[in-house]
């Protein structure tokens, strides 16, 4: 089972028509998936559950797939507004566990994870300091120093 964020009227198949100065190919052009063309018109299906964990192949397969899920998600994000993602977010709220289960992803391969820096800056700073976490996430920065911190993200995740 699936959802879908938007509706689903995209074609199966697109047929590319050469431009009128061009010759026709003699290869045959590579048709795009039904995914790909979903995608394109930025709609996203989201399995109910996550992909099972399996061995060899499929693991890696689930893996790559999770992965441009994510990356898909994270480019929506920097490029609509902020009530555009909100919108996307309320209207599918299951987005948000496969983008977080993404970055999570993302962040296990960095040599450093910025919050854990900034984390260790305001425990060596003062306790008073009242700090503003926007993107919180799981709102690790709350959980990890003294300080009063509001945080803020598009779906509470840890409340």
């Given amino acids: 089972a699936s959802t879908s964020v938007a509706e689903e009227s995209a ?10 100065a061009e010759q026709p190919s ?3 052009r590579r048709q795009p998936s ?3 063309v979903e995608m394109s018109k930025l709609t996203l299906h989201v399995p109910a559950e996550p992909l099972p964990a399996a061995k060899g192949r499929r693991v890696s397969a689930a893996e790559r797939l999770q992965g441009a899920r994510f990356r898909m998600l994270n480019e929506k994000l920097y490029t609509t507004t ?4 909100y919108s996307l ?3 599918n709220p299951a987005l948000f566990e496969v983008y977080h289960t993404g970055f999570k992803s993302q962040v296990a391969r960095w040599p ?3 919050i854990d820096k900034i984390i260790r800056d305001i425990q060596d700073g003062s306790p008073d300091v009242v700090v503003a976490d926007f ?3 799981e709102a690790k920065l709350s959980q990890s120093v003294p300080n009063t911190v509001h945080s803020f993200d598009l779906v509470a995740h840890n409340e």
């Fill in 135 to 137: 993107g919180c996430g």
């Fill in 82 to 85: 902020g009530g555009q993602a």
């Fill in 26 to 28: 003699k290869k045959p």
């Fill in 112 to 114: 450093v994870n910025p």
């Fill in 34 to 36: 039904a995914e790909a």
């Fill in 11 to 20: 074609p199966t198949h697109v047929v590319a028509e050469p431009r009128p």
């Fill in 89 to 91: 977010f309320s209207k």
